[in-house]
C-alpha cells in the first residue's frame, strides 16, 4: 500500500490542457480586440487631423483673402474650388495675388500663384467631398465650406475606416 506511485492521471492531464488552451484563447482574444481597437482609433485620428488642419488652413487664407475671384472659383458642388484674392505670397511688381484650393486625386491642394500646388491631405485620407457656398453670415458675405475626408482603409475591414464630416463659415477680410 505505501508503494502507490505519484503522477498525474489521464483525466487531470485532460483537464489541464484544456484549461491552458481557454486561458490562451481569453488572451488572444483580447490582444486582438486591443489591435483592432488601436487601429480604429488611428483611422479616426488620421482623418480627423487631417480634415481639421485642411479646414483651419482654409479659413485661415479666406479671413485673409481680400475677396473671393469668382471667374475660377466652383460653388455648390462637389469638387468645388476656391479661388482668394490676396495680398499675400506677393512676387514684386505686383499687387495682388491669388490662391486656389481644389481637389486632385482624392487630395485638397493648394496652389500659389506662380508655384506648385501642396497638397494639405495625407496619403492615408481621401476627400470625399468639397462644397463651397456663397453665404451671408451677419450680412456679411461669407463662404461655407462642407469637408469630409475618409481614411483609406488598405484592408477593407470595415472596422478600420473613419469619415469625418467638418463645416464651417469664414468671411474675407476686406467685409
Not at 496652389?111 to 506648385?116: G, V
Not at 492615408?124 to 463662404?143: D, G, M, T
Amino acid at each position: 500500500r505505501g508503494d502507490k506511485k505519484k503522477g498525474f492521471t489521464l483525466i487531470e492531464v485532460l483537464i489541464y490542457i484544456a484549461l491552458l488552451v481557454s486561458i490562451l484563447l481569453v488572451i488572444s482574444s483580447f490582444l486582438i480586440w486591443i489591435t483592432r481597437a488601436n487601429s480604429k482609433i488611428k483611422a479616426m485620428v488620421e482623418a480627423t487631423d487631417n480634415t481639421r488642419r485642411v479646414m483651419e488652413i482654409i479659413n485661415y487664407e479666406i479671413r485673409e483673402a481680400k475677396g473671393v475671384y469668382a471667374p475660377t472659383s466652383i460653388f455648390n458642388s462637389h469638387p468645388g474650388q476656391l479661388s482668394l484674392e490676396t495680398q499675400k505670397y506677393i512676387s514684386t511688381d505686383e499687387k495682388n495675388t491669388y490662391i486656389d484650393f481644389y481637389v486632385s486625386a482624392g487630395k485638397i491642394c493648394l496652389k500659389k500663384e506662380a508655384q506648385s500646388p501642396i497638397c494639405l491631405t495625407s496619403e492615408r485620407v481621401e476627400v470625399k467631398n468639397l462644397i463651397f457656398r456663397q453665404v451671408l453670415a451677419n450680412q456679411i458675405p461669407s463662404i461655407e465650406i462642407n469637408l469630409t475626408g475618409d481614411y483609406k482603409n488598405p484592408s477593407g475591414i470595415s472596422d478600420y475606416g473613419a469619415s469625418v464630416n467638418l463645416r464651417s463659415v469664414a468671411s474675407p477680410r476686406s467685409y
